[in-house]
């Protein structure tokens, strides 16, 4: 597919392309990728690949069983 860049330098994505992609309005996260450019959706910043998986991390103390019971509790009140 080609499309075009205009004195700007912005290149207009194809509505199919950008519905396919999951793209949406907002910030883009730019990458050089040898001797192109790719396109990412930004992920948020607690969001790591450990092992080839996404995972979400926290920063502070971990939760035990015993504080999320009292959450639990506290939340059917």
């Known amino acids: ?23 949406r309005p907002g910030p883009i996260d730019i990458v050089v990728d040898g001797t192109g450019v790719r396109l990412e959706m930004p992920t948020a910043d607690n969001v790591e690949e450990q092992d080839g998986r996404l995972v979400i991390t926290a920063e502070g103390p971990s939760l035990t069983a015993d504080d999320i019971r009292k959450l639990r509790v506290a939340d059917q009140r």
């Not at 597919?1 to 793209?23: E, N, Q």
């Open 1 to 23: 597919m080609r499309s075009t860049m205009d004195k700007a330098g912005r290149v207009v994505l194809p509505a199919a392309i950008r519905d396919s992609l999951g793209f």
